[in-house]
């Protein structure tokens, strides 16, 4: 003859403690909270960065080369003929170091003539 299965009894939850369910949506919503700070920094960044990339760190239009101070005695055509000098052929970044470092040493290559570009005492390039 076959055996009878007795059937198993059904397991019970244990019933929760109201004070760690309590604790738990806390941290669910703070982790939550937390997720949503760090996605929208990111996100804030990632438009910042593309942003400053199209509008700012590329001019369309070539750059416009003002001395600010100029002495009385300079003429316009010395102006110009700094101006031409210091201002890039093509477009480039704002930020880029070796443009401000070729303008010094083109500046000063002019200022001094067949000396070379010695930069003064003090200017680190």
């Given at each position: 003859?076959?055996?009878?299965?007795?059937?198993?009894?059904m397991?019970?939850?244990?019933?929760?403690?109201?004070?760690?369910?309590?604790?738990?949506?806390?941290?669910?919503?703070?982790?939550?909270?937390?997720?949503?700070?760090?996605?929208?920094?990111?996100?804030?960044?990632?438009?910042?960065?593309?942003?400053?990339?199209?509008?700012?760190?590329?001019?369309?239009?070539?750059?416009?080369?003002?001395?600010k101070?100029?002495?009385?005695?300079?003429?316009?055509?010395?102006?110009?003929?700094?101006?031409?000098?210091?201002?890039?052929?093509?477009?480039?970044?704002?930020?880029?170091?070796?443009?401000?470092?070729?303008?010094?040493?083109?500046?000063?290559?002019?200022?001094?003539?067949?000396?070379g570009?010695?930069?003064?005492?003090?200017?680190?390039?």
């Amino acid at each position: 003859m076959a055996k009878i299965k007795k059937p198993k009894p059904m397991k019970m939850r244990k019933p929760t403690d109201p004070e760690r369910a309590r604790r738990m949506r806390v941290v669910a919503l703070h982790l939550s909270l937390a997720a949503l700070l760090v996605g929208g920094i990111g996100a804030g960044y990632h438009y910042a960065d593309e942003y400053v990339e199209q509008r700012v760190a590329f001019n369309k239009q070539p750059l416009i080369v003002v001395l600010k101070n100029r002495p009385a005695w300079m003429n316009d055509f010395l102006v110009e003929q700094i101006a031409q000098i210091v201002r890039p052929a093509a477009a480039h970044s704002a930020f880029d170091h070796k443009l401000l470092v070729d303008t010094a040493d083109a500046l000063f290559a002019q200022s001094l003539g067949a000396e070379g570009p010695q930069h003064p005492p003090g200017l680190h390039l």
